[in-house]
């Protein structure tokens, strides 16, 4: 089973940068293709950005295109999320997952994503 865990949310001002981490355990990352998620307080769990298993395609939401960038290891079995010119709306708990299902397209679908990590919290000051 895969195991995943967040880590480098906190707290930057507007405008700011922060690199978020996904460590996987158990299973091997580089079977699976992953993503990225976010939920803000009061709302509905979003998709932010998506990296197929061998990193030749990326895929963001319009909320962070050309501020977010998504990129993973296999080897060191990390997925990154490097998130720049940061906006009070990005705040929220950021979570990676991986696709087991309608894996071979491009899905934001959060029902075809599974082992979710525990998610680690990013806050935007104004």
């Known amino acids: 089973q895969l195991h995943l865990v967040e880590s480098g949310g906190g707290l930057v001002q507007s405008g700011g940068s922060l690199r978020l981490s996904c460590v996987a355990s158990g299973k091997s990352l580089r079977h699976y293709v992953v993503g990225w998620f976010r939920q803000a307080p009061g709302k509905e769990r979003e998709f932010v950005a998506w990296i197929d298993a061998l990193e030749r395609d990326t895929i963001y939401s319009d909320a962070v295109k050309g501020r977010f960038t998504i990129s993973r290891d296999n080897g060191k079995k990390t997925l990154y999320l490097q998130m720049d010119s940061l906006k009070p709306e990005d705040t929220a708990v950021y979570f990676c997952?991986?696709?087991?299902?309608?894996?071979?397209?491009?899905?934001?679908?959060?029902?075809?994503?599974?082992?979710w990590g525990q998610g680690t919290q990013v806050t935007v000051s104004a």
């Open positions: 997952a991986a696709c087991v299902k309608s894996c071979h397209k491009f899905t934001s679908s959060l029902s075809d994503y599974a082992y």
